[in-house]
């Protein structure tokens, strides 16, 4: 399935070059994680005010979920609100569920046409009932889509996620059904919000800042970072092609050394061949 215009835009011949280059080039990231950050900068920047920055990252959004997904991104994880951002101002919090909830009106078609999966991730419980309704809709009409899964993380944090798992590990202990000699990495992991994916390969944070704002903490224990100057309402798909290009160059070593990991790589070449 080749349809992907979620811009209503044909792709250019010279972003079909990029992106194979891209793919020939080395690993696509299988999941992509972004700290969606400085719309309120960008706004202020323009003499707008912060709400026409959020509405404006919106086409950034798209983008980056379209050209993902043409590129075989398999998850995409996208930070738009943390639990730590219920302290912003009222009025700044409404307008931001008003456009959430109008975003998931104009986009889910799209999505579901695409193949694509809408996940959410975080207390969405916590969100206006309105929004909460049009959430549950959207991941309910696309989730038997595989193409990729784009993995909204909403009113989520890192240690929300890790003090969940953990009271969910402590009453299992409780009942019995876990005994505490079970508890190890791969079972917190299956209690996490993303157990249902892989740890994010590439994390990407937007607006300059070289900060993790409590976004998935136990996940990116191996994640590579890039952290991209530009706002967010200025992040377009070659800017995502720079990240990816520059996860490309790295060497994971996941606490080995660069001889061991140059003879795994070997030997699962040899095995594949
Ligand atoms: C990110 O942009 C969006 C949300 C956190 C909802 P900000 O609103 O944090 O923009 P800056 O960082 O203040 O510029
Ligand atoms: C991180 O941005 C959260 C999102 C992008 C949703 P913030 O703007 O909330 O982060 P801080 O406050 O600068 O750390
Ligand atoms: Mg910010």
Redesign the pocket.
Known sequence: MEKIELNNKKQTKEDVLKQSLLKERGQIPKHVAI???GNGRWAKNKGKVRIQGHKAGVDSVRDTIESCAQLGVEYLTL????T??WKRPKAEISALMKLLIQSLRKETKKLNDNDIRLNAIGQIDRLPSVCYKELIEAMDLTAYNERMVVNL?LSYSGRWDLTRAMKKISDKIKSGDIIPEEVNEELITSYLSTSEMPDPDLLIRTGG?Y?I?N?LLWQSAYTEMFICSKYWPEFRRNDLYTAIEAYQTRERRYGMISEQIYKEAKEKAEITV
């Open positions: 700290i969606m950050d930070y738009a609100f943390s730590e951002n993380a800042e900060r704002s976004f």
